[in-house]
């Protein structure tokens, strides 16, 4: 994503806004979606006029048109607070190299924040952006892509110092951890670790990859991996806590992740070498355990807004009617779909409507319907009654239920 100026003209006269926008691929055109509208760049009260003049502005300085604020506030945290600068001079063989890894990083870093674009469009951009020390006169793309091998090659620990000297400064709690992955796409086919699985871009017929990230209890990324495209979520799980742990192994993490991480083995991996969870589960897979805490739903004390909760002895029961509402609309469409499909198969394949319902009912329709596609009542009222329900899972008693939910 990136901020953009838009000028508009209307009645003869022209208007400038500033947007927050990203480029989506549609077909085998790129189109721009604008994201957010900070409002009009004249209107003094509208964040449009605060981002203008004091982050995304040029100034003069020696006798040159130069952005400031903003490259000068991220160059200070990646220096000042991370301290980054140190980092890479301090793990990489400078002897080995004839780059500045220091002053190639920070550009790519400044350049992806204020245009993100390829790293030879930045190449005649980097001019444009203040630094308080000196720049190359010129820059060869290759020199970019070096840079970002060789930030690679060391990635671990420059993700681990990083992390060190956030913690002291107090702005790393790694108390409580949080992991997911994501996956996007490419359009090339140069890269090895690029396959087909599960897009989350809805973009199936293209090859992706999987990225794997990390957060403290402050929402700053402490480590990412990246995985082949076809991977799936819980086989990433294991290898993520392990070095995560093996990173902190004086701090008292609890890992927290969302139902696509719980499979059997990762949850006896965490409590085999003990490490303390909160994780979301499907009710579905302890529907026999707890359906009938399920059938009143007036017993769940309420947590917040439409969050309520149950504890039981399987985790704490969570409900969101809202959710359930929207679970229950979905499923009747896709009922009504499923059956006004059947209807018409009989009426026009009469002999084989089955090979045709075959062919043309999802599997996700199917399963509400029996061999001669009659309606499976019993399929209905289960789906009904964990509909906006899921569990908190953790292998730790808190003393707030808050500690938990939250």
Known sequence: MYIKRHTYN??????????????????????????????RL???????????????????????????????????????????????NNIVDNSRIDIDLW?????????????????????RKYQDYYLPQSTPASIDVQNFYRTLSYLTEHKVSIERNIALNLTKQGLNDTTIVFYDLTSTYFEGDCCQSAKKGHSRDHRSDRVQIELGLVINNQGIPIYHEVYEGN??????????????????????????????????????????????????????????????????????????????YLKSSEGIICYNPETAKKSKITRDNAIKRAQDLIVKAKKNHPQDYKVFLAKHICKYHR?????????????????????????IKSNRTFKYTKTIIS
């Open 10 to 39: 209307s009645d003869g006269k022209s208007y400038s806004y500033l947007k927050l926008s990203k480029s989506v691929r549609v077909g085998a055109r790129v189109k721009r979606v604008d994201v957010v509208n900070f409002g």
């Open 231 to 308: 991977v799936t979520d819980v086989k990433t799980y294991q290898c993520t806590v392990k070095r995560i742990a093996d990173a902190y192994p004086d701090a008292r993490i609890i890992f927290v992740s969302d139902k696509g991480m719980l499979s059997k083995d990762n949850i006896e991996f965490l409590d085999k070498h003990e490490y303390p969870y909160i994780v979301s589960a499907s009710a579905f897979r302890y529907y026999s355990k707890i359906s009938d805490l399920l059938k009143d739903k007036d017993k769940f004390k309420k947590y917040k807004d439409n969050l309520f």
């Open 367 to 391: 399963k509400y319907f029996d061999d001669e596609y009659i309606l499976k009542q019993v399929v209905i009222d289960k789906e009904a009654l964990i509909d906006g329900v899921w569990l």
């Open 103 to 123: 002053i190639y990083t920070i550009l790519m870093i400044i350049g992806r924040i204020m245009d993100p674009d390829s790293k030879l469009s930045l190449t």
């Open 42 to 88: 004249d209107d003094p009260t509208s964040p449009a006029y605060f981002l203008d003049k004091y982050l995304t502005k040029s100034v003069e300085i020696n006798g040159q048109q130069k952005f400031y604020t903003l490259p000068m506030a991220v160059y200070t945290v990646c220096r000042e607070y991370l301290g980054l600068d140190n980092i890479l």
